[in-house]
């Protein structure tokens, strides 16, 4: 796995920290996919978060590493005694732990709670799907060949 280089804090840049193994975090992505050009999408899953990027996650929403964690998750009776070092490496070895997706842009940091929440967060109207006017008349042409439904 590659570490992540430096958080983008570009207002251009559209970035969501998620785990594929969690289902807001899929449904968050999922949401964005029509904005590709501008999204950088990081599953923890498959990509490394350095620990320093997590430290600088959670200052910029005014919180403390363990609060990014979903401790119903975590393989521990009593986390009351664990520090920021004892959580990120919680973060490092287990994605699924990340209790919401993560949406960044320029200044702006978010844990995304609800997957329709990161529409409104990075200010996309409808995930940036083409609209149609509601005159057109829909296309009710076949699409495939040689298929017989029944």
Not at 44 to 60: G, H, M, R
Not at 74 to 94: G, H, M, P, R, Y
Not at 109 to 136: C, P, R
């Amino acid at each position: 796995m590659d570490d992540m280089g430096v958080l983008a804090r570009d207002d251009k840049q559209f970035t969501l920290i998620y785990s594929s193994e969690t289902r807001v975090g899929t449904h968050a992505l999922s949401y964005l996919q029509g904005i590709e050009d501008k999204l950088l999408a990081i599953d923890i899953a498959k990509t490394k978060v350095a620990d320093t990027q997590w430290a600088e996650i959670a200052e910029a929403m005014g919180c403390k590493i363990g609060d990014l964690v979903d401790k119903r998750k975590v393989e521990a009776n009593d986390t009351s005694e664990f520090d920021s070092n004892d959580w990120l490496k919680i973060l490092q070895n287990n994605h699924e732990v990340l209790s919401h997706p993560i949406a960044i842009n320029g200044d702006h940091t978010l844990q995304i709670e609800n997957a329709t929440d990161v529409l409104e967060f990075f200010g996309v109207d409808s995930a940036g799907l083409k609209k149609t006017m509601h005159t057109e008349k829909p296309n009710i042409e076949k699409t495939t060949k040689g298929e017989k439904f029944k």
